[in-house]
């Protein structure tokens, strides 16, 4: 079964970082894309990065240039990078497999990003 739990989120001010983890159960990352997600208040959920077994990357418009999306196979985890921090990047943040799997869903990780 598998299982996602995310880490890293917290409090920053606007122009500040933080690197957000997702731990994985199994070896999910060898056969599927993984991505980060999130949800800002009375927002929909939305995919914000995407990286492929490949090693290839995707991100919304909103966090290009500014978020980093990578992966470790040897632990089993992936890394979403969060710099230059804005207010609109306040949400909680999810991973899961792309497209997204609804039993796959954990409790998120807070970002907080304030002005």
């Known amino acids: 079964q598998v299982q996602l739990v995310e880490s890293g989120g917290g409090l920053v001010q606007a122009g500040g970082s933080l690197r957000l983890s997702c731990a994985a159960s199994?070896?999910?990352?060898?056969?599927?894309?993984m991505g980060w997600y999130r949800q800002a208040p009375g927002k929909r959920r939305e995919l914000v990065a995407t990286i492929t077994t490949g090693v290839m990357t995707k991100y919304a418009d909103s966090v290009q240039g500014r978020f980093t999306i990578s992966r470790d196979y040897a632990k089993n985890t992936v890394y979403l990078q969060m710099n230059t921090l804005k207010p609109d990047d306040t949400a909680v943040y999810y991973c899961?497999?792309?497209?997204?799997?609804?039993?796959?869903w954990g409790q998120g990780t807070q970002v907080t990003v304030s002005s």
């Open positions: 899961n497999v792309v497209p997204s799997d609804s039993r796959f």
């Open positions: 199994g070896s999910i990352f060898s056969i599927s894309a």
